[in-house]
Antibody
Framework: EVQLVESGGGLVQPGGSLILSCAAS????????MHWVRQAPGRGLVWVSR????????TYADSVKGRFTISRDNAKNTLYLQMNSLRAEDTAVYYC??????????????WGQGTLVTVSS | DIQMTQSPSSLSASVGDRITITCRAS??????LNWYQQKPGKAPNLLIY???SLQSGVPSRFSGSGSGTDFTLTISSLQSEDFATYYC?????????FGQGTKLEIK
């Protein structure tokens, strides 16, 4: 069974840092592209970042570029999101998601349960 | 960035009804269009990918159509478990933009 389990969320002050982790199991993690998607309270879904299967290629939304870093450890089956210079508008539930392979449209077929990041003084 | 606009933003319907949600892209996304269902407090669930392909395990009452800029999600006969919020998403460009969501409520 595919599982994605996020951790690391919490309350952080503006300007602070946080590292999110996503532990993957039930599939060959090292062969899948992975993404982070966030959802502010009561709001819609927003794509944050992606990383290719070997970690050599990363992409970011303009809103987080230069502040967030996505990475992965394929030996540990874990995806990370390093978040620096956090702002109030970064407050959201952060989801780790897997991309469905062979689909032609790269949909997100598995989602973690999400971890809440709250940026507030 | 490609903008995705869903309509309606909310919809009231009854069990057994047939409903359609539309999604319009600000520029062509070919068939790189996906649909998700989200229930309160839960992660989204993939329903339809590549505009019209039904994800494994999703009931056949869900269907999708369209290409280019105009897409639809149809539920042929609403069940009680279908009352949720639905999002379209384009995966043609790297911004992976989602629509603002359509909240489907019980009439």
């Amino acid at each position: 069974e595919v599982q994605l389990v996020e951790s690391g969320g919490g309350l952080v002050q503006p300007g602070g840092s946080l590292i999110l982790s996503c532990a993957a199991s039930g599939f060959t993690f090292s062969t899948y592209w992975m993404h982070w998607v966030r959802q502010a309270p009561g709001r819609g879904l927003v794509w944050v970042s992606r990383i290719n299967s070997d970690g050599s290629t990363t992409t970011y939304a303009d809103s987080v570029k230069g502040r967030f870093t996505i990475s992965r450890d394929n030996a540990k089956n874990t995806l990370y999101l390093q978040m620096n210079s956090l702002r109030a508008e970064d407050t959201a539930v952060y989801y780790c998601v897997r991309v469905l392979r062979g689909s032609g449209s790269y949909p997100f077929d598995y989602w973690g349960q999400g971890t809440l990041v709250t940026v507030s003084s | 960035d490609i903008q995705m606009t869903q309509s309606p933003s909310s919809l009231s319907a009854s069990v057994g009804d047939r409903i359609t949600i539309t999604c319009r892209a600000s520029q062509s996304v070919s068939n790189y269009l996906n649909w998700y269902q989200q229930k309160p407090g839960k992660a989204p669930n993939l329903l339809i990918y590549a505009a019209s392909s039904l994800q494994s395990g999703v009931p056949s009452r869900f269907s999708g159509s369209g290409s280019g800029t105009d897409f639809t999600l149809t539920i042929s006969s609403l069940q009680s478990e279908d009352f949720a919020t639905y999002y379209c998403q384009q995966s043609h460009s790297i911004s992976y933009t989602f629509g603002q969501g359509t909240k489907l409520e019980i009439k």
